[in-house]
Every structure is written in structure tokens, then in C-alpha cells.
């Protein structure tokens, strides 16, 4: 075989590595790890025209309405002598619908209730898990496409959601 | 035993071509893996709205911490006031030490201190201070100062953009 021949094939493909590498390099580096927000108002009131979501790791659970949790995620008890409601989304019933609730899965059930609010009437309010911070923002970012105003109120892992209808008020129950 | 030349060049560009490809997916792990562990950054847009500068409040570790940089290009005028407020939070800071997670103390605070036609709050909560967080939304009521923030994952670092 003619050595240069085999030189030739040695510095192509070498160079194919060393660009593979460069290239894997750049796209790592630019498209993975920043995302760009804007602060919303955090709110603790509540309003026949606010649409809750939870949102925990990358699952986004509809609410409802303030104190209408929807009954197939929520376990709803009512406190009729102070007039508040408490929604907890037992753990099972979350792994039976997680496909569902997937904010990956492009069918996810919170893309549906979007599609059928309308944002003229309607406000979204996103309550946060801490494992749903880094999500937070791109499900965000889709609200808003869709023309709803959105505002966030931060939640501790498995404190319940209170909905204090007397002072209409979301209440924060440890 | 005796190679002939050939051989020998083919034997020795195999080898080259080995320890190149390898150096080439070693380099390239090493730099995922090292991207992978690189902080990421969350780009925050701020902007003065209706006239009124942001004031950034973090809240993490249940410590609530001002930023008092001059985050939109602003008056002299401006900057006084935020070096006032800053100052003088240092100074009840000094007083009393336990002021940065005590929500009520802070409300106050920020109440009688930061001029509501001149300012806004923007608060960056981190998961460990969700809870600080909560109690300064449920200490405050109607003080019609306007007010916005985000949530900012533990160890995102956060850049903030005046637009």
C-alpha cells in the first residue's frame, strides 16, 4: 500500500474526530443550559377566574378552580365551619395518570385544558414544587404563548393545597 | 522475523489512528461531562415599569438578602435612595441579626424604607427559601407596592437583563 495513501486516511479521519468532538462541544455548551425569564406576580388571593395547575418534578397536575380540585388527582376535604378546602394528590393516583400529566407527553392533559379556557376569562396560577422549579419555566413560557396571564405561588414538598374561601385566600398549612 | 515495509506502515497508522480516536472520545466525554456539571444560568428580564426600578429580594436558606446593584441604568437621584435603603438595612441588620428570616420584620421594613413610587420588588426564590417566601406573601396585605418574582432552582446561577 503507498504510504501516503495510509497518511492521508490517518490525518481525514483524525480530523473527523477531533471535529465530531468540537462540534458535540459547542452544542453541548449553547443549547442545554440557559433559560431566559421574566418575574410574574406571586399570588396568594384567590378568584372565581384563576385556574390552578400544580406542578411537581415534570408533571403538571390541573387544579381546578379554588376549591373545586378535580377529583380525579385531588383527595377534597371540605371544612364547612371555616370554610376551606384542602386538595392532596395521593401519590398512587399520580403514577396511574403520569403519562398524562407528562409536560413532555405532547397529548399532556394541561395542553387540553389550555385549549379549552379562554385567556380572555381566564388567569393561570402555577403552584410550584421545588422539584418543579427548572420546569417552571418552559411550561411557562407555552402559557404565555398561549395569551393567559400567569402568576406562580411556591409550595414545600407535600404541604397540601388550602383554599381558605372565606378570606379568599390560598392558606399556607404545614 | 522480518516485516516488509508495508506491513510495518500498516501496523503503525492502525495504531495511530487507535490512540487518536481514543484521545478524541475521551475528549469528548470529559467535555460532557464537565458541561453537564457547569452551573446553569437562568437569564432573568427585568425592566423599570411604570416608572419604578426593581429592587431584587432573594430568598434562599429561609434568608432573605437584597441586591442593592443599580440594575437599570437610573438617576443619581435613583441611586441615592437605593443606597439609603441598602444602608440602613445594614445598620437594623446590625441591630438585630436574626432580621434576615424573620418575614414580618422585613415587610415592615420595606414598608416604611423603599419609596413605593420609586421602586418595585422582584423576588428570586430558591427551593430553600419557599418557605421565608410564604410567610413574607402572607405577612403582606394590599401595601400597594408592586411587586413580581421567579423561582430559581438550587444552584442555577441567575443574570439579570435590564430590558
Given amino acids: 500500500m503507498n504510504r501516503w495513501v495510509v497518511w492521508t486516511i490517518i490525518v481525514v479521519l483524525g480530523g473527523s474526530v477531533l471535529l465530531l468532538g468540537g462540534s458535540t462541544f459547542t452544542i453541548v455548551t449553547k443549547s442545554s443550559f440557559e433559560a431566559t425569564s421574566t418575574p410574574i406576580p406571586g399570588e396568594t388571593r ?22 373545586k380540585c378535580d377529583e380525579r388527582f385531588y383527595r377534597v376535604i371540605h371544612f364547612r365551619e371555616r370554610d376551606s378546602v384542602v386538595c392532596i394528590a395521593p401519590k398512587e393516583i399520580i403514577e396511574k395518570y403520569r403519562k398524562e400529566l407528562d409536560v413532555f407527553n405532547r397529548k399532556a392533559l394541561i395542553y387540553s385544558v389550555l385549549k379549552k379556557l379562554n385567556p380572555g376569562r381566564y388567569s393561570c396560577i402555577f403552584l410550584v414544587r421545588p422539584s418543579a422549579f427548572d420546569f417552571y419555566h418552559e411550561v411557562v413560557k407555552t402559557v404565555f404563548k398561549l395569551g393567559f396571564d400567569v402568576m406562580w405561588f411556591p409550595l414545600e414538598n407535600f404541604q397540601p393545597i388550602v383554599f381558605d374561601l372565606g378570606n379568599k385566600r390560598l392558606e399556607i398549612r404545614r | 522475523m522480518v516485516i516488509d515495509r508495508e506491513t510495518r506502515d500498516l501496523i503503525f497508522s492502525v495504531v495511530f489512528l487507535s490512540v487518536i480516536i481514543l484521545v478524541g ?17 437562568l437569564n432573568v428580564d427585568i425592566s423599570v415599569h411604570d416608572g419604578r426600578y426593581p429592587l431584587v429580594v432573594v430568598f434562599e436558606r429561609n434568608v432573605a438578602s437584597f441586591w442593592c446593584n443599580d440594575l437599570c441604568p437610573s438617576s443619581d437621584e435613583i441611586k ?51 418557605k421565608l417566601f410564604q410567610a413574607f406573601l402572607q405577612a403582606k396585605r394590599d401595601w400597594g407596592l408592586y411587586e413580581s ?15
Avoid at chain 2, 432580621?99 to 420588588?121: C, T
Avoid at chain 2, 438550587?154 to 443574570?159: D, L, N, Q, T, Y
Fill in chain 1, 46 to 67: 384567590i378568584d372565581n377566574n384563576f385556574y390552578y395547575f400544580e406542578l411537581d418534578h415534570n408533571l403538571a397536575i390541573p387544579v381546578g378552580v379554588a376549591g
Fill in chain 2, 25 to 41: 472520545v475521551a475528549g469528548v466525554l470529559t467535555t460532557m461531562v464537565s458541561t453537564i456539571n457547569a452551573p446553569v444560568s
Fill in chain 2, 80 to 130: 441615592e435612595l437605593l443606597r439609603d435603603f441598602c444602608d440602613s438595612f445594614d445598620k437594623l441588620r446590625q441591630q438585630f441579626p436574626d432580621l434576615y428570616s424573620q418575614p414580618d420584620a422585613i415587610r415592615q421594613f420595606v414598608e416604611k424604607g423603599l419609596d413605593k413610587h420609586r421602586f418595585y420588588l422582584v423576588s428570586a426564590v430558591r427551593p430553600s427559601g419557599v
Fill in chain 2, 149 to 163: 418574582s421567579i423561582p430559581v432552582p438550587e444552584g442555577w446561577a441567575v443574570k439579570l437583563d435590564c430590558k
